[in-house]
C-alpha cells in the first residue's frame, strides 16, 4: 500500500509515520532524507544532485523522481511507502503515478491531517523539553509535577526549540497550505483524499489512519 500522508508541522505526521512504519512494515520516503542519503552514498544520482545545489539551484523534479524511483526498487519498500514532501505540484504527482504504474503499482490513498491551526500554535508553541534527559512537557497540557524539576531525572534544566514561536510556526502553516494546495484537487477527483482529525488524541488520530487504510 502507497500512500500520501499530510500535515502541518506540529499535526503528528512524523509519529504516525513512525507507528506505520514499525507497525506495517511501510517505508517512509522524505525527500530531504533522501537527498541527503543520496549525496553521502556518492549514488549516480545523489552526485547529479550534489552538483546542483554545489551551483546553487533547485533539484529539478528528473532527480527527485529518479532518487523515488531507486528507494521504490528497494526490497525494503515492498510493504508500501509513505510519501512525504512530496508530490507538491500536479506535475510531480502525474510523474509519481507514472513511476508506481511502471512498477505495478498505485497510489492508495492520501490522508491529511486536519488541525485547528490557534490550538496548534498553542500546542508547538508551549512545549519544552528536558535538557538533560529529553523528557518533553508543557506549559498548559503537561508541567513538570514539581516546577523547575524534570519528573523523570530531577534536572532543574530545561529548554525550547528556538523556531517554536507562533510566527515561526503561522509562517510553516502557511507554506503548508501553499505547497498542499496545488495536489488536493487532482487526488479529490479521484476519490483519494481522506480527512482525519489531527487534534485529537495520538492513538484516536493512528486509528483513524487504520480505518481509512483498512476501508473500514
Known sequence: MNIILLGPPGAGKGTQASRLVAERGMVQLSTGDMLRAAVKARTSVGLEAKAVMDAGGLVSDAIVSALIGERLDDPAALGGAIF????????????????????????????????????????????????????????????????????????????????????????????????????LPYYEARGLVARVDGMADIGDVGEAIDAVLDGS
Open 84 to 183: 512525504d514532501g512530496y508530490p507538491r505540484t500536479q506535475p510531480q504527482a502525474e510523474a509519481l503515478d507514472l513511476l508506481l504504474a511502471e512498477r505495478g503499482q498505485q497510489l492508495d490513498g492520501v490522508i491529511e491531517l486536519c488541525v485547528d491551526e490557534d490550538a496548534l500554535v498553542e500546542r508547538i508553541v508551549g512545549r519544552f523539553t528536558c535538557a538533560a534527559c529529553g523528557e518533553g512537557y508543557h506549559e498548559t497540557f503537561k508541567r513538570p509535577r514539581v516546577e523547575g524539576t524534570c519528573d523523570v531525572c530531577g534536572s532543574h534544566e530545561f529548554k525550547r526549540r528556538p523556531d517554536d514561536n507562533e510566527e515561526t510556526v503561522r509562517t510553516r502553516m502557511a507554506e503548508y497550505r501553499a505547497k498542499t494546495a496545488p495536489i
